[in-house]
């Protein structure tokens, strides 16, 4: 049988570890995501050209040509649908843009049209 005090320091120890672990991936997900963003916003701006034809407060883009992003808000699966196959008259990134550069400016988008 273990001793009570034992058990005891077992179990804070474990908290600790357990609450040392939680802030830790805690910030190192919120780093993850702004550098997710920022590398969205990139793109928006550059390779992707969105600020050309969209209005987005945070890119400082006023283009007109399609919707108002703050407008619309459109969530990321929309921006990811919308940058992927093309909608209307605004072109396809498929083959321009790798899919991990979609979701980042989609991620961007979703975000950043909230405010
Ligand atoms: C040549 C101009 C042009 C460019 C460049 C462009 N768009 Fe668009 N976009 C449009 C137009 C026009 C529409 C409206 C299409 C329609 O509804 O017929 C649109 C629609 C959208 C929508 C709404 C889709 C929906 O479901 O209603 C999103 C989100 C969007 N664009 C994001 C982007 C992003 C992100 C980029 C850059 C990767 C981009 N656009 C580049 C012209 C453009």
């Known amino acids: 049988m273990i001793p009570n005090f034992i058990v005891k320091k077992l179990i804070i120890n474990f908290a600790k570890y357990l609450f040392i672990s939680i802030i830790f991936l805690s910030i190192f997900n ?41 407008e619309i808000r459109p969530d990321i699966m929309r921006v990811i649908a919308a940058v992927t196959n093309g909608i209307g008259v605004m072109p396809a990134y498929q083959g321009e843009l790798s899919p991990k550069e979609i979701e980042a400016v989609a991620h961007y988008v979703s975000i950043s049209a909230e405010y």
């Open 30 to 70: 919120q780093v993850k995501s702004d550098e997710i963003f920022n590398a969205g916003k990139k793109i928006f701006l550059d390779q992707g050209n969105c600020a050309i034809c969209h209005t987005l407060l945070d890119a400082g883009s006023y283009g007109n040509i399609g919707p108002n992003l703050n």
